[in-house]
């Protein structure tokens, strides 16, 4: 098992020792995730590099919850997620960990605040309506806060999506290909939006990205292969 950072198992934001994942069964059943070992540390920015089919977005899966491992350990903000059940589990992720994904997973019958708002009640923030309209006025739409999902671009949407898991100033965020449905333009302005929210929240960044240029922009970049990842090399990030 190859550590890939160098940090203490016991002091990251994410930390997987010895993870393996299989999907499938019988003559379709395939390994995945491989004897992964990973340390984060908190408030790093990490991107994920690796082509279609190598793990990044399954191991994304395993680091919040959504996918559990056959075996090894995934510790994440000091909890170790073996010892949640399910119900436990979701309240975890709703706190600490706030997920972007390429698909927006907006709901459809709700409007651009409710769908901020609603993980926020969920988890018993008072005052969820004021906090969700502060976080979708500063990823610039103050003046769609009634509008639905069909009423708004797909820029907007991701904007949704964004304001969503940042409002619950969780310890982590992830993003798995924020910017794949979305033109250069808005995507740019995306991704400016989630490395504002990394600094300003100090939140700990997982980006997973096929653009080698966007994941530069991090502290550290991984490549993923067959379902492992492969050592890391230094590299200073670019001006965020």
Same mark, same amino acid.
């Given at each position: 098992? #190859?550590?890939?950072?160098? $940090?203490?198992?016991? &002091?990251?934001?994410? @930390? +997987?020792?010895?993870?393996?994942?299989? *999907?499938g069964?019988?003559?379709?059943?395939?390994?995945?995730?491989?004897?992964?070992?990973?340390?984060?540390?908190?408030?790093?920015?990490?991107?994920?590099?690796?082509?279609?089919?190598?793990?990044?977005?399954?191991?994304?899966?395993?680091m919040?919850?959504?996918?559990?491992?056959d075996?090894?350990?995934?510790?994440?903000?000091?909890?170790s997620?073996?010892?949640?059940?399910?119900?436990?589990?979701?309240r975890?992720?709703?706190?600490?960990?706030g997920?972007?994904?390429?698909?927006?997973?907006?709901?459809?019958?709700?409007?651009?605040?409710? #769908?901020v708002?609603?993980p $926020?009640?969920?988890? &018993?923030?008072?005052? @969820? +309506?004021?906090r969700?309209?502060?976080? *979708?006025?500063?990823?610039?739409?103050?003046?769609?806060?009634g509008?639905?999902?069909?009423?708004?671009?797909?820029?907007?949407?991701?904007?949704?999506?964004?304001?969503?898991a940042?409002?619950?100033?969780?310890?982590?965020?992830?993003?798995?290909?924020?910017?794949?449905?979305?033109?250069?333009?808005?995507?740019?302005e995306?991704?400016?939006?989630?490395f504002?929210?990394?600094?300003?929240?100090?939140?700990?960044?997982?980006?997973?990205?096929?653009d080698?240029a966007?994941?530069?922009?991090?502290?550290?970049?991984?490549?993923?292969?067959?379902?492992?990842?492969?050592?890391?090399?230094?590299?200073?990030?670019?001006?965020?």
């Amino acid at each position: 098992m #190859n550590d890939t950072s160098g $940090l203490p198992f016991g &002091g990251s934001a994410i @930390a +997987l020792n010895g993870v393996d994942l299989w *999907l499938g069964s019988g003559a379709a059943r395939v390994h995945i995730l491989k004897d992964v070992d990973l340390n984060i540390g908190r408030g790093e920015a990490v991107g994920l590099l690796g082509p279609s089919g190598s793990g990044k977005s399954t191991l994304l899966m395993v680091m919040t919850g959504l996918e559990r491992p056959d075996a090894g350990a995934v510790v994440v903000a000091g909890q170790s997620l073996r010892e949640l059940d399910e119900d436990a589990l979701a309240r975890f992720r709703g706190r600490t960990i706030g997920i972007v994904f390429q698909a927006f997973h907006l709901i459809p019958t709700m409007t651009a605040l409710e #769908n901020v708002a609603v993980p $926020l009640e969920l988890a &018993g923030v008072r005052d @969820a +309506l004021s906090r969700a309209a502060q976080e *979708l006025t500063a990823v610039g739409l103050g003046k769609r806060l009634g509008h639905y999902p069909a009423e708004l671009s797909g820029g907007e949407q991701q904007r949704v999506a964004l304001a969503r898991a940042l409002a619950p100033n969780p310890a982590i965020i992830v993003a798995d290909e924020p910017t794949g449905n979305l033109d250069e333009a808005t995507g740019s302005e995306i991704i400016e939006l989630l490395f504002r929210g990394h600094r300003q929240h100090g939140t700990t960044l997982v980006l997973v990205t096929h653009d080698t240029a966007l994941a530069a922009r991090c502290d550290r970049v991984l490549h993923m292969h067959s379902g492992r990842i492969e050592p890391a090399t230094p590299h200073v990030a670019r001006k965020q």
